[in-house]
């Protein structure tokens, strides 16, 4: 998914789920930033404080960069979070260790790792967690069918459009881009395709299987059970029976994802900046802004540098007010949920990855 949906939907339904606008910016402001935090490594300050920080994405998640991207590190616990063939923690899927890396809409392992969030929303980065956390719910069904490794699995052939047409546009676009076969990684084979709301299209993947996508349909469902999170996380219970989006609210979403078909994410983001600031959802209307780097970015108001990358041997000047920073405790909630995931969760799944 982009901006349009890991910001500007993220906010709807966390206003939606019952968080306040400062709130709900926090939620979806952390939600996109796991695709803009770029950097990873020591932060030097002039004080001699340190504080260590990773990335949850390569710059511009280009696919073309096999090199970076097969950083596990990043894609399997931030964007392709294994689905385990669908199957709860204690049962046996039939087949190879890569069934159970493939990333799957809503599975156990998705649900355990919402829980495992709401359960910890007392930390002083709960929010910023919930975000990280949403963006990688969502983002199984965006990315559904694929995996974080390189695999025959994630190729891509016989691309089709709504109407099951050959889809000669993407096909054009991934000649000019140099992906081929030889850079099976993630969805990279179909470029932005999963991530773009309004598309319907199809694909033979890379086991010979004919898959349709219904972008419109997986992105709401996709809504629906955000929202329902969200709702949990409010109750302090990830067990609550919680009632999901209101159905005005639903129907406004499910025709902005359909009927928004501008091809950059960044101009259907303004989009949903703008029917947000219009009212048009039942929580009225609010001014929502995204500034990831440069001036009175999160980055900028912790450390005072409007760079988009930093230099190693970069000092910072330290004031009292990083610790509680937002960037601070968006990375801070970064860590706590790749260590989870790497660390406990996936275990729990017989999974073991880098």
């Not at 002039?46 to 097969?70: I, P, Q, T, V």
């Not at 385990?84 to 899927?93: R, S, V, Y």
């Not at 392992?109 to 829980?115: G, I, K, N, P």
């Not at 988009?308 to 706590?336: C, G, M, P, R, V």
């Amino acid at each position: 998914m982009q901006i349009d949906f890991h910001h500007g939907v993220t906010y709807v339904v966390a206003r939606l789920a019952g968080f306040e606008h400062q709130a709900a910016s926090i939620i979806a402001y952390c939600a996109q930033y796991v695709d803009d935090a770029t950097n990873a490594g020591l932060i030097r300050f002039d004080n001699g404080a340190l504080f260590s920080r990773m990335s949850s994405a390569h710059k511009m998640l280009d696919y073309r960069n096999f090199k970076e991207l097969a950083n596990h590190r990043v894609w399997i616990p931030f964007h392709f979070l294994p689905g385990n063939g669908g199957k709860k923690a204690e049962e046996n899927i039939t087949g190879s260790f890569i069934d159970k890396l493939i990333c799957r809409p809503n599975s156990y392992v998705a649900q355990d790792m919402v829980s495992e969030c709401i359960l910890r929303r007392d930390s002083i980065y709960g929010l910023h967690r919930l975000g990280i956390t949403m963006h990688v719910y969502v983002d199984t069904w965006a990315h559904q069918g694929f995996a974080g490794v390189n695999h025959r699995v994630n190729e891509a052939k016989k691309l089709v459009d709504e109407h099951g047409n050959p889809d000669r546009s993407l096909m054009d676009r991934l000649k000019n881009y140099c992906v081929s076969e030889a850079l099976p990684l993630g969805h990279g084979a179909v470029l932005s395709h999963p991530d773009k709301p309004y598309l319907r299209w199809g694909y033979t993947n890379g086991r010979g299987e004919k898959i349709t996508r219904d972008n419109p349909k997986d992105f709401l469902e996709a809504a629906e059970h955000m929202c329902k999170a969200m709702q949990r996380y409010v109750a302090g219970n990830p067990d609550a029976d919680v009632p999901g989006l209101p159905e005005s609210d639903r129907d406004t979403i499910a025709s902005m994802l359909k009927n928004i078909t501008t091809n950059k994410g960044k101009f259907r983001h303004k989009q949903w900046l703008q029917a947000i600031a219009e009212g048009k959802f039942s929580f009225g209307k609010e001014y929502v802004t995204y500034i990831p780097k440069g001036k009175n970015s999160w980055k900028y108001q912790a450390l005072g540098t409007e760079a988009d990358i930093d230099q190693d041997n970069e000092i910072f000047s330290y004031h009292s007010t990083f610790l509680a920073s937002d960037w601070k405790l968006f990375h801070d909630a970064l860590q706590a949920h790749h260590f989870y995931i790497i660390h406990e969760l996936l275990p729990m799944y017989s999974i073991c990855v880098a």
